[in-house]
């Protein structure tokens, strides 16, 4: 007979009566608390959106987004099309330009590199650049790039290529930790190799997770405005150079919040709303097509 079978059968009370009183005080002190300490951070959050939104959409219409040139100081005809094409340019190059190393890296960490030393130099590196203030990494792709061949939206793209770059290194590892060690053991057990297990079993299960960190870091560079002052700088016309100035929504909106015409701040407010908008839509689009690959 089984140890499991000579146990007596016990019922376990779990209802509210058959807890202390004192057990049950604490415990409800601590689910307001919770509520206090999640309204203090949704709060604050929907405040801004409620006057993104309400401030933005006053100002947006069809011309907003089919005008290619700013309107002239103290003057209402004009848009900022080509700012939104603009941030579209900077933010893809940084993307392409941070993503893939910085998958690699977090794979490295993760996966192959685990107690080496140059894995805790990758982290130590990971964590300083982390603490990096976002107009120094802006002066770093000044000094590589701005000073041999001129402001560029490519240096604007490295610029918040180095600001993304520890986040999605971070996001990443912590995804791929959380995948269990169960399935890696079970791939080399039916006769896979240390890379086939990883490419094949735990970067599709950390898939979701990893992407979540990437909009992550597209949304943590997205508002930057400092950055892109020292490389792409600006430009009040149409431009699709990779190579040459362009306009970007986030110094639009720096430049328009502080000048004292009534339209430009208008024109601010609607440039705020559109980029939480690319944004917002960035996210969906990713975790969409993501949800469908899983199928």
Known sequence: MSSSAQLPSQEIDISTSAISPLRNYSGRILTILSGVFVAAIVLPLAWVLWDVIG??????SWQTFIETRYPAPGLTEGGFGHAIVGSLIVLSTGAVLSFPFGILAAVYLSEF???TRLAYL??????VLTGVPAILCGLFAYAVVVRGSGFSAFSGGLALGVLMLPIVIRSTEEALLLVSPDMRLASIGLGSTRFQTTMRIVLPAAAPAIVTGLILALARSAGEAAPLLFTSFNNNFWSTNLFGPVATLPVMIYVFSKI???AQRQLAWAGALVLLVIVLSASVISRYVVHKTKK
């Open 122 to 127: 990758v982290k130590f590196s990971c964590n």
């Open 113 to 115: 590199g685990r107690g």
């Open 55 to 60: 401030e933005g959409l006053k100002q947006l």
């Open 260 to 262: 004292p015409f009534e």
